[in-house]
């Protein structure tokens, strides 16, 4: 079984984790169609170095990783922060 | 029958002080402990142990290393059992596969001369014209194929797997791995030595008897091994395949060990292939290293009188032994580059005839092995029939050449490429912390092989220390350990190069003519490699044979994939353990003490109502009735439950809600509604607010662990300073409800439960029965009621006092499936019953759930574009009160014009309201009030509904009012 | 013993013609590209030459016929689908699948086996009873069957799984089959090459040229190749292909592994189907198990096995048959499984004029083979969706109308 390290507790077996999938950034609220169903949709398919959530269900935490999805090595944890963004508020 | 036992070996695996008896066909039979049911068999004269897969031929023992697939038995509670490996035990019962009557009766023998009607890919050309005959061919076929049968009362072990760690796995016992594992441990690495054989040693307990240093070197090595406190081994343990990060799961007569390594050599040895002559397949012919296990492993003849073929020195060596144990060898023929002459001395000198240059062309014989036809053959193995001889003979023994057990190094990402100085392929590249060893390395001499190992263990070593790997410096032979050609074709046929699939050489030919002229297409085209042991003494053949049909090199032509498992395992060890999660709700007991109906919800039980199953609707309906005229009391521990905490824990819950929560009084809940970037409902449930910086949420039993996991994304993603607590296992809860409810819960609080202090939709953290609980004041089934969520530990007191309380009251208990007519009635829908993966809120006639007031939450940016452009709506509908009438279900579909325009997704007979009610998805322009549906229920019969708008059951809410009169008498 | 055999005996077998001829040298330009020789490329090509009188066609395959999901999959053929979209288009697919072997003269041993999908929840039921209800609308033989039908259809199955989600009921389909999947390539290429199509093995395409929204041609390891359309068939490729073409899709590729058991003698008749317990079995007319699960959980451009895969779906076997604990995993393997969200294909017309795309068949996509080969050929033959592959149109997505196939297709295949 694969093992990913958990940027909290270290190696773990893949079982113990949560594929979160692809980081991406939403658009605005009152993004046209086209960027909504975009975001919504489309994904990066193709084999690449991909950002991509995990969850770390022991522990209870999300990190971020850089994984090649056609050798399936991880390349980088992200920081968070990285990542982050705001969202609008009332 | 002869008792073909020789005089006892010093590396025998037998006891020959223990003997066992056991029965095959019936007939009883006597062994030694540590026989193999083949061994046994053998050494009573049986040599008849199978039938091949399609053409039923007689078969025998061939390699006697886990690849007899023409020797697999049933026992009582087995089958597809190896006879070659499969040790025999007391009064076991062993019969034969894929026979119908007696081996050797086998009423289907005469398969065999239809052969040349069923050539390779047979079934792809006929039996399909004319189509509805096709069927009965189809039973026909299938009624043949198979080996052993299952018997339906076997049940299963499930026994735990074991996991095991260590620097070094080292995989392989024989002189290369055992060398491997000292040379590891000396590096202070931790050793697992494993071997598929009940014994370490390898090729070292039958191969080099010959070798007069060998016995010591063995010695020393297993001592050595048995010495050292690094190393661990574990023998009669398969490694199964090398899977992802050194994950190498391991198959022992106790289960599966799971083995995780940071380094492994793969000292695994060789495959010995058959030589492909006419007549290869009888009984009595087999492979020099299989006479030799049997000779030395299990002291039994493999025959008297024999002719031999040898392509290799290792064949030599294997001649001259067996011709010590008593082997008549009547012709010795051998060609090839593997051959020198230097090699056959001690047989030229013990006056064995020695053909150089000659190889078998034939074996000749009725069910068993009678001669074989010797010919002289020229430099490409084209045989000179001219001067043929038959020499009679009762075993005919071949030792044409290696194929390396590269299975797991494959895996593991090595390349093999074929050497041509061997004639075999051997590994070129590998992983640096994954490397071979040994033979399959190409490494031959004993004492090479045990270089081999040390260095190995030497590059492994520098690999896990971080420093740099040397060359692989190369122990390989420099000379041919195989012919390249070991295929003697016969006009007639019958020259089986894989006896697991009853393929002839003709067979591949043909399949290569007709344009499945690349391996993998061969492959799938004839069936070569895909039986029971998956190529391991064929596909080597079957590519030498493409080859020299296309004319092309061996690299050229390629391989196939070797995949997993090295060698079949059962599904009850891969199985291990029968593990699952199982949770409880602190008032478990109580329901199975008071009669609920358990069913399973998740990794949860709950109970659907409190009585028989046979009485259903009408204990549904009581417990209707109590909870809208009384009180009643539903266990929901199962809720997620979640506490936010932070100075942006409004932030966080306005970005993950549809509605806004960041407006919310402290003491009050509201609605809470989640949906996904494309604006479909996720879950529901309620989100109170205990402080500025304080929020208190439900979720749905199935959506607890999402609704966390969402939330304590969100806040990393929006950078967010909050903190996110999933209380759901912590936390038990239920709710009370109905009119009676408040007065039942008022002397056991210490809090004031009038509406003015605790208001509907009101939220307060109070003391029940003295202990700390929060109050909840939501109305999921339309009525007054209270939800009380308590720690785990107290909840069980709290219901036992609130069913004290409540017992002058008529309080009932009451299950999931009452609450679902309750919510019914008060047109809540329930999320992934009412809704489906598309639905979104305004599809679910939820518009005010979305506040699109708010700049941005979830699933804003498409439900901005979705409202209004709902092409089906939820509606409520209703149906005539006749009790007899029959009664739609849901799913059932609403029909108009003969199409579909929905479907109903709830129903219910209502108690309350005294008729059918339910809810439907339809098409939107039937959403209308007044709108008649018609619904097909069973049996086709059309039922008329009508879609009505108001809510069915108390459409103000008056009922839910703490003050109300009926509530404070 | 049937005619055909005896004819091949009495004359030798080495006399059988070729299946596919001899591999021709690639011309650098041709009226129709097809990548992927797949079941789905070689029958668009089978249809384009024989119902539209298109010939001028290549199919690029980069390995050999067959060798992707094709040869990978467990060959399970069904329509019990949910929606009327999905229904109607699988439906015309088995249909089409039962009288193919005729068409193409190669057995596929088409077996009609009949289909369970057990439900192990209330919630499961009504999805069985959706689809049933729906699959009837359109002359779909599926039916809700209770528990004890399900024991007396389903011999040595353990209705109560071992202890924990027993079996409610299941929706049987009476259609459902297996079939060889090599062998629909096959005859589908031989057929396709006996009507003027080029097959090209061991050819890859490694780019697109598109000028002005225009598909011109392709890019491969042995050449360039002018072309007035392109067809991209290529299943777990597609991304690859479709980022080519400068298009973006929603399809992720996971892998999906499946397993075969020894051989033995047949016991298991009908296909079983546990979407609750994420597994399905059938028994292939050679004796084996045939096993499969849900795809893996995270995103994966390759086929390596885990065993964690076969761990977990023998863990489920033995609850559904116990007595198959005794039976001996022989051989596992992966595919490369295009996922959409909604577990509809995405079929037809794309932005980029002359270039079609044929994907988005994630685990289901194999019963499909003879549907999608001619709807596509007629799409391509004439420029505009043919109305059964409008549901699945490609900028469905962008307008918000999914097709909603996830309750039917998860772990169905
Ligand atoms: C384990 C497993 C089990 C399954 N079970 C079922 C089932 O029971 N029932 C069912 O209906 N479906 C099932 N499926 C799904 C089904 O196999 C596929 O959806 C279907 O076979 C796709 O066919 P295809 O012809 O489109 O693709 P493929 O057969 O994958 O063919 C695509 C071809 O394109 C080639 N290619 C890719 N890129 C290039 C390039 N750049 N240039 C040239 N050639 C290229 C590939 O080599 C490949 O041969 C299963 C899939 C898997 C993996």
Redesign the interface.
């Known amino acids: ?2 093992q990913l390290d958990c940027p909290i507790i270290g190696r773990r077996p ?2 113990e984790f ?2 979160g ?2 980081v991406r950034r939403p658009p605005p609220g009152d993004a046209p ?2 960027d909504v ?2 975001h ?8 690449t170095v ?1 950002r ?1 959530w995990w969850f770390h269900r022991p522990t209870g935490r999300w990190f971020v990783l850089e994984r090649n ?2 050798s ?1 090595v991880v390349e980088r944890v992200v920081p968070p922060q990285e990542v982050a963004y705001a969202i609008p508020t009332l | 029958m002869p008792f073909r036992r020789s005089e006892a070996g010093p590396r025998e695996w037998i006891d020959r002080h223990r003997t066992v008896h056991f029965t095959f066909e019936g007939t009883r039979y006597v062994a030694f402990a540590g026989d193999t049911i083949t061994s046994a068999l053998q050494a009573n004269g049986v040599q008849l142990l199978g039938r091949s ?1 399609k053409y039923h031929r007689p078969r025998g023992a061939l390699s006697m290393a886990n690849h007899d697939v023409n020797a697999l038995f049933t026992t009582a ?4 059992v190896r006879g070659d490996v499969t040790p025999v035990t007391d009064a076991l019962d062993v019969r034969p596969v894929n026979v119908s009557g007696s081996l050797a009766r086998d009423a289907h023998r005469h398969l065999d001369r ?1 052969g ?5 890919g ?8 004319p ?1 509805w005959l ?2 009965y ?2 039973r026909l ?3 043949r ?14 026994r735990p ?1 074991r996991y095991g760690y260590c620097d070094v796995l080292v995989v392989g016992g024989g002189p290369a791995g055992l060398q491997a594992a000292l040379g590891a441990a000396e590096a202070s690495l931790d050793v697992l030595l494993v071997d598929e054989n009940p014994h370490l040693g390898g090729s070292l307990d039958y191969e080099w008897v010959t070798d007069p240093a060998a016995p010591a070197q063995r010695d020393e090595l297993m001592e050595a091994v048995a010495a050292s406190p690094a190393i661990r081994v574990l023998t009669s343990a398969v490694a ?2 090398f ?2 990060d050194h ?1 190498v ?1 391991v198959s022992t007569p106790e289960g599966i060990i ?1 083995v995780r390594a940071r380094g492994v050599v793969l000292a695994t040895g060789v495959i010995e292939q058959p030589a492909v002559f006419r007549n290869n397949d009888l009984p009595g012919v087999l492979m020099a290293s299989a006479a030799q296990r049997l000779l030395h492993r299990f002291g039994v003849q493999a025959c008297e009188r024999a002719v031999l073929q040898v392509n290799n020195p290792e064949g030599f060596a294997a001649a001259e032994d067996l011709r010590r144990g008593g082997v008549e060898l009547q012709a010795v023929v051998a060609s090839g580059p593997g051959v020198q002459k230097a090699d056959a001395a001690a047989l030229v000198d013990a006056g064995v005839p020695v053909h150089f240059g000659w190889a078998i062309v034939e074996a000749h014989g009725d069910g068993a092995v009678a001669a074989a036809t010797i010919a002289p053959v020229d430099a490409g193995g084209v045989p000179d029939q001219t001067h043929a001889r038959r020499i009679d003979c009762d075993g005919v023994v071949s030792s044409a050449g290696w194929g390396p057990a590269g299975h797991l190094l494959y ?1 593991a990402g090595g390349r093999f490429s074929y050497d041509d100085t061997l004639e075999m392929p051997v590994p070129v590249a590998w992983p640096d912390t994954v490397v071979p060893a040994g033979r399959m390395n190409g490494v031959f001499s004993l004492a090479s092989q045990r270089d081999d190992g040390r260095d190995a263990a030497g590059r492994l070593a520098a690999a896990l220390a971080g420093g740099p790997v040397s060359d692989p410096m190369s122990n390989r032979d420099t000379r041919a350990h195989a012919t390249p050609w070991p295929v003697v074709p016969h006009p007639k046929g019958r020259d089986f190069v894989d006896l697991d699939e009853d393929l002839q050489y ?1 067979d591949l ?2 399949g290569a ?4 002229d ?1 391996v ?2 061969l492959k ?2 004839t069936t070569v490699g895909m039986g ?1 042991s ?1 190529g391991k003494h064929s596909n080597l053949n079957a590519f030498r044979i493409l080859a020299r049909y296309l004319g092309q090199g061996m690299d050229e032509t390629g391989t196939t ?1 070797a ?3 090295y060698h ?9 353990r ?1 593990m ?1 999660p199982w949770r409880e709700t602190p008032v478990q007991a109580w329901h199975g003490e008071h009669g609920g109906f358990l ?3 998740g990794e949860w039980e709950r109970p659907s109502f409190y009585g028989e199953e046979a009485d259903a609707q009408q204990v549904i309906a009581s417990e209707v009735t109590a909870v809208r005229t009384g009180v009643g009391i539903i266990d929901v521990s199962t809720l997620g439950k979640i506490e936010v905490l932070g100075p942006d824990a409004a932030t966080l819950l306005d970005g993950s809600y549809t509605m806004r929560q960041g407006n919310l009084r402290a003491g009050l809940t509201r609605y809470a509604l989640r949906t996904d970037d ?2 479909v409902i996720v879950d529901d449930g309620v989100v109170g607010r205990l402080a500025e910086d304080h929020y208190y949420l439900t979720a749905t039993s199935s959506h607890a662990e999402g609704t966390y996991q969402t939330l304590t994304r969100h806040a990393l993603e929006w950078g967010l300073d909050v903190h996110v607590v999933n209380r759901t296992g912590q936390l038990g809860a239920l709710n009370l409800t109905g009119p009676l409810s408040r007065r039942v819960l008022e002397p056991l609080v210490d809090v004031d439960l009038s509406e003015a202090a605790l208001p509907r939709l009101g939220m307060t953290d109070a003391r029940v029965c003295g202990e700390w609980a929060r109050l909840l004041r939501v109305g999921f089934v339309g009525e007054l009621g209270y939800e009380i969520h308590a720690p785990a530990g107290t909840m069980a007191r709290i219901w036992d006092a609130l069913m004290d309380a409540g017992a002058p009251l008529g309080i009932r208990p009451f299950g999931v499936d009452t609450q679902r007519v309750l919510r019914l009635e008060k047109g809540h829908i329930i999320v ?2 009412d809704t ?3 639905t979104n809120p305004f599809e679910a006639a939820m518009p005010w759930a979305v506040h699109l007031k708010k700049p941005w939450f979830v699933g804003r940016p ?1 439900l901005a ?2 409202k209004g ?1 709902e092409q089906r709506k939820l509606v409520r509908f209703v149906m005539a009160a006749d009790s007899s009438a029959p009664l739609p ?5 609403v ?1 108009r014009d003969g199409t ?1 325009a929905g ?1 109903v997704t709830s129903i219910a007979r209502s108690p309350t309201l005294g008729r059918p009610i339910g809810l439907a998805m339809v098409d939107r322009d039937l959403a209308e009030a007044g709108q008649a549906l018609a619904i ?1 229920g069973d049996g086709g019969r059309m039922l008329a509904a009508e879609v009505v708008t108001e809510t069915f059951y108390d459409p103000d809410g008056l009922r839910q009012n703490a003050d109300a009169p009926e509530v404070t008498p | ?6 004819k ?2 009495l004359r ?3 006399k ?6 001899e591999p021709a040298d690639l011309r650098d330009s041709y009226d129709v590209v097809i990548i992927g020789g797949g079941g789905h490329g070689l029958a668009c090509a089978y249809y384009l030459a024989t119902r539209h009188g298109i010939r001028n066609v290549a199919v690029l395959e980069q ?5 992707g999901n094709t ?1 990978r999959n467990t060959t399970i053929v069904r329509s019990n689908y949910l929606t ?1 979209d999905g229904v109607r288009f699988y439906d015309a697919s088995v249909r089409m699948f039962q ?1 193919l ?2 068409e193409l ?8 086996r009949g289909h369970y999908t057990l439900a ?4 499961a039921m ?2 069985m ?2 689809r049933a ?2 699959n009837r ?1 359109l002359d779909v033989d599926s039916q809700v069957v209770d528990r004890d039908a399900v024991g007396r259809g389903i ?2 199955l353990d209705l109560d799984c ?5 079996v409610m009921g299941a929706l049987y389909h009476a259609p459902g089959a297996v079939v ?1 999947h ?2 629909v390539a ?1 005859g589908y290429a031989r057929a396709a090459t006996n009507n003027g199509v080029e097959v090209h ?1 061991k050819t890859r395409v490694t780019g697109m040229q598109v000028e002005n929204g225009r598909v011109c041609g392709v890019a491969t390891d042995r050449g360039n190749i002018r072309c007035g359309a392109v067809v991209s068939m290529v299943a777990g490729s ?3 292909i ?2 080519m073409a400068g298009l ?6 996971f892998p999906l592994q499946a397993c075969v ?7 298991l008749d009908t296909i079983v189907v546990s979407g609750s317990l994420h597994v399905y079995v059938s028994q292939s ?3 084996e198990l045939v096993m499969g699960a849900s795809v893996d ?6 086929t ?5 895969f ?2 977990g ?3 489920r ?3 559904l048959f ?12 992966a595919g490369m499984s ?1 996922m959409t ?2 577990f509809a294909p995405i079929m037809g017309t794309t932005p980029v004029s002359g270039f079609y795309l044929d994907a988005g068949w994630g685990t289901w996509g194999f019963k499909a083979t003879p549907i999608s080969g001619s709807t596509m050929a007629d799409t391509v033959a004439n420029n505009r969706n043919h109305e059964l592959i409008e549901p699945f149109r490609f900028d469905r ?4 109308q ?1 097709v ?1 196939e ?2 039917a297709a998860s772990v169905g295949h």
């Open positions: 079984m694969q893949i079982s949560v594929y999938g692809e169609l086209a169903a975009d919504a949709f489309n994904r990066t398919g193709q084999p991909l991509e999805t056609l399936n | 897969f509670d087995d089958t597809n239809l040349r009607f069923l050539p390779a047979f079934y792809y050309k006929a039996f399909h014209k189509r096709f069927p061919w189809e076929i299938r009624r194929a198979g080996l052993g049968t299952v018997d339906s009362a076997w049940t299963p072990r499930r797997k199964l395949g899977y992802t994950w799961p799971k895996q003709k030919i043909q003519r007709e344009g499945f690349n993998e297409l799938r085209f029971p998956q994939t995949r997993p498992m079949p395992v059962r599904l009850e060890d891969l199985a291990g029968r699952r069913m399973e919800s494309t604006g992934g019953q489906d993966g598309l498409a574009h979705l452009a279900r849901e799913s059932h579909l029909i579909i479907r097909r | 013993m049937p005619w055909r055999l005896l091949i005996g030798g077998a080495h059988e013609p070729r299946f596919f001829p390995g050999y016929i067959g060798g040869g009327p009288r072997s005729q003269d190669i057995n596929l041993f088409y077996s009609t192990h929840s209330d919630e009504r999805t009873r959706w209800e729906v609308h011999p040595g071992g202890g924990s989600q027993p060889r090599d062998a096959w093995q597609t991304p690859r479709t980022e973006s899709t929603p399809i992720e590729i058991t020894e051989p033995v003698k047949p016991f007319s050679r004796g959980p995270a995103v994966l451009h390759s390596r096995s885990s065993f964690e076969v761990e779906l023998a863990d076997i033995v609850d116990p007595f198959t604990a005794r039976l001996r995993i022989n051989r596992q393997w295009d969200p909604d997505f962008a307008d918000f999914l909603g996830k309750g």
